[in-house]
T-cell receptor, first 113, second 114 residues
Framework: EAGVAQSPRYKIIEKRQSVAFWCNPI?????LYWYQQILGQGPKLLIQ????????DSQLPKDRFSAERLKGVDSTLKIQPAKLEDSAVYLC???????????FGSGTRLTVV | AQSVTQLGSHVSVSEGALVLLRCNYS??????LFWYVQYPNQGLQLLLK??????LVKGINGFEAEFKKSETSFHLTKPSAHMSDAAEYFC????????????FGIGTKLQVIP
């Protein structure tokens, strides 16, 4: 079974620039998550999709972050404009259901300078 | 809302010694509980999970955890540490109902001393 694919692996941008991350979940996984992991902290949920609908985006900074999951498969997360405090690893995960646990991608490490 | 508390952000053990990583949860309903491991520059990998079946759960790499409702705990153990166990470990909790949002702890970094 192929895992969760994420790209790019690393990205360095200047503050106020925009950036986009891509995630392709495991085939058949209806639920997809984006997490932000700041150095030294646990992952924090940004947004959760069920198929192509958003079920939880309560912690997504909507003034600068946006995400979409067209056709209920792959997803993109965008930041515009980026701030220094957005420097983190952005993790994508997918699952069939909660009792299976998540499968995570390798993440995208974003550095904002 | 559910949450987990991991006691000890850093734990050091000698190679061959017992590994004990502590996790306490808070949940208004019987939860699902997970342990994940993260190696440097990698995503998180599921070690084991509790989903209301057996209270003693065995996972990969020789790890196990016991769900203790009376103590609201789900501590992770391994009888004998190996150098390759050095990583960061995250406890996580999920409400089995609804859309099953998973909340992670802050993590415990395990150092194994040769």
């Amino acid at each position: 079974e192929a895992g969760v694919a994420q790209s790019p692996r690393y990205k360095i941008i200047e503050k106020r620039q925009s950036v986009a991350f891509w995630c392709n979940p495991i085939s058949g996984h209806a639920t997809l998550y984006w997490y932000q992991q700041i150095l030294g902290q646990g992952p924090k949920l940004l947004i959760q999709f069920q198929n192509n609908g958003v079920v939880d985006d309560s912690q997504l900074p909507k003034d600068r972050f946006s995400a979409e999951r067209l056709k209920g498969v792959d997803s993109t997360l965008k930041i515009q404009p980026a701030k220094l405090e957005d420097s983190a690893v952005y993790l994508c995960a997918s699952t069939l259901s909660a009792n299976y646990g998540y499968t995570f991608g390798s993440g995208t490490r974003l550095t904002v300078v | 809302a559910q949450s987990v508390t991991q006691l000890g952000s850093h734990v050091s053990v000698s190679e061959g010694a017992l590994v004990l990583l502590r996790c306490n949860y808070s949940s208004s309903v019987p939860p699902y509980l997970f342990w994940y491991v993260q190696y440097p520059n990698q995503g998180l990998q599921l070690l084991l999970k509790y989903t209301s079946a057996a209270t003693l759960v065995k996972g990969i790499n020789g790890f196990e955890a016991e769900f203790k409702k009376s103590e609201t705990s789900f501590h992770l153990t391994k009888p004998s540490a190996h150098m390759s166990d050095a990583a960061e470990y995250f406890c996580a909790v999920s409400d089995p109902g609804g859309y099953q949002k998973v909340t992670f702890g802050i993590g415990t970094k395990l150092q194994v001393i040769p």
